[in-house]
């Protein structure tokens, strides 16, 4: 699997920071659907999305990718999904600290 430079990013930092939580990558979670997820943790029902170039034309900053990402992420919300997206000045230790404490937070409910 080939990942973006944003995404060995997220790699480290949350591997330094949370190795305890694990997340998986390049998931489907909606079902008979092709949507993948960057980063899935199942047991809480988190997903994460990493999305690079969005300052640029392209990407996820199209009318038609804009509709498809907005799809995905409803249908994510649909099946019980919390979904943060992520932007590359978002790829820091505050953010993965909300994100590693919604995957705590939500662990502890559904157990």
């Not at 480290?12 to 960057?38: G, V």
């Not at 300052?55 to 996820?60: C, L």
């Not at 999904?81 to 502890?108: G, H, N, P």
């Amino acid at each position: 699997m080939i990942i973006s430079c944003l995404e060995f990013e997220f790699d480290l930092l949350w591997d330094e920071l949370y190795p305890d939580l694990e997340l998986e990558t390049e998931i489907r979670i909606i079902p008979h659907r092709r949507f993948k997820f960057d980063y899935v943790n199942f047991p809480a029902k988190v997903a994460i999305e990493i999305n690079g170039q969005i300052w640029h034309k392209g990407g996820h900053s199209t009318g038609k990718s804009l509709m498809r990402d907005y799809e995905k992420l409803n249908l994510a919300q649909q099946h019980g999904y919390c979904v943060f997206q992520l932007s590359r000045e978002m790829i820091t230790e505050t953010w993965l600290k909300v994100i590693a404490d919604t995957i705590r937070s939500r662990s502890l409910q559904s157990a």
